[in-house]
Every structure is written in C-alpha cells, then in structure tokens.
C-alpha cells in the first residue's frame, strides 16, 4: 500500500502570492492533518479534517485555509504569502478519530521569497 | 508556552551503548505519548506510543517509560545503531482529539 503522499516535494513563492499543497492519505484512512514545521521547531498543528469536516484548527491566521474531499485527499491553501510562512509543510494520515498513531508524508518544502 | 520540551537539543552515543532521550510536558490532559523519528528530507515515522494508564512500553530496541507524577517521560533505544541517527520527537495528544503537540527534537547521533 502506499503511504501519505504529497505534492509538489519543493515549491518556490514570491511574497502576496497563493500556494495550494496537496495530500493523498493512506488507503483506508479517513481523517488528514496538516502541520507545520520551521527550522529548528517540531511540527505545529494547523488543521484537522475528518470525513471532510473540519474537527480541529491550530492557532494559525485566517491565510491558512484546508478542506478534504470525498475520497479523502486534502488541500492546503495559503493566501498573501509571508517570508514567515517558508517552512516544512507535513500531512499526517490516521485511520479513524479513534486511532492514536499519525502517519506522515514526505513533505513539502515551501519557500518564500 | 510550549507544553512539550526537549531540552536537550543533541545526543551523541557509540554504537551498542544505550540512548536515552528525555521529553517533559506541563499539560496534565495529555494522555497518550508518541515519539518520532525524523530523517533530513522525510517525514516524521512513528516509533513507539504509551498511554498514560501504563507505565512502560517495550518494542524490540525502544522501550518508553512514563513518570505521570514527575510529567516526564523518556525513550531507551538499546542497543543504539549509525542507522538510528536522526532526530526524536516526543508528541503527546489529549483524549479522541487527533492533533498532536510536538517537543522541538534532540538530535541522535550514533558513532562507530
């Protein structure tokens, strides 16, 4: 079976500009979560999303929006671009609200110039 | 205010020796602990979780122990092998809630 994958690996923006990161979970799971990791930090939670619905939200603006489709996949979308917002971008794939482990993808290195 | 700490930001260990990594958190609600591995250029991989009702959790080469009282819990990795270098994150969860809050890492480095 396949992991967590994400797209693109790597991605280059300039300041005010709109990036859209994707996630396909595991086969099977059904709730994704977004994080994000700058240098020299563990991961923050950005937003949780099960069965398309929003069930968690971390202490992240308003730029910072998600949403999860019906087979599962999600989207991360950050609008008006801060140099601040250049870090490791990481989805987490877990079975159900009841599981406990996470399982990430590779992530997605988004950098802001 | 960072609710899970690693204060130790580097570990160096020779090969066959035992690692110890430490993880503090100051939130009581926490009830189940994770810890990670974390290769440059990859994702977080999941090692080995503990509940709080237990104690200590065994698998193969890592064993968990949690101290509830003292809010401290640590992974054993024995013995330690080059191929364990990375670095560890402690994570800890409250309840059903999925989201997950990470310690900043300590960085394992196993010598020959």
């Known amino acids: 079976d396949a992991g967590v994958t994400q797209s693109p690996t790597h991605l280059i923006k300039t300041r005010g500009q709109h990036v859209t990161l994707r996630c396909s979970p595991i086969?099977?799971?059904?709730?994704v979560s977004w994080y994000q990791q700058v240098l020299g930090q563990g991961p923050q939670f950005i937003f949780q999303?099960?069965?398309?619905?929003?069930?968690g939200r971390g202490n992240f603006p308003d730029r910072f929006s998600a949403r999860q489709f019906p087979n599962y996949s999600s989207e991360l979308n950050v609008n008006a671009l801060l140099l601040g917002d250049s870090a490791l971008y990481l989805c987490?794939?877990?079975?159900?609200?009841?599981?406990?482990?996470?399982?990430f993808g590779q992530g997605t290195r988004l950098t802001v110039v | 205010d960072q609710q899970v700490k690693q204060n130790s930001p580097s570990l160096s260990v020779q090969e066959g020796r035992i690692s110890i990594l430490n993880c503090d958190y100051t939130?009581?609600?926490?009830?189940?602990f994770l810890w990670y591995k974390k290769y440059p250029a990859e994702g977080p991989t999941f090692l080995i979780s503990?509940?709080?009702?237990?104690d200590k959790n065994e698998d193969g080469r890592f064993t968990v122990f949690l101290n509830k009282s003292a809010k401290h819990l640590s992974l054993h990795i024995v013995p330690s092998q080059p191929g364990d270098s990375a670095v560890y994150f402690c994570?800890?969860?409250?309840?059903?809630?999925?989201?997950?809050?990470f310690g900043t890492g300590t960085r394992l480095q196993v010598t020959l």
């Open positions: 987490a794939s877990i079975q159900s609200t009841m599981n406990t482990e996470a399982f």
């Open positions: 994570a800890a969860k409250t309840g059903t809630a999925s989201k997950l809050t």
């Open positions: 086969s099977g799971h059904k709730s």
């Open positions: 503990i509940s709080s009702i237990k």
């Open positions: 999303y099960y069965e398309k619905e929003e069930r």
């Open positions: 939130n009581s609600m926490f009830d189940y």
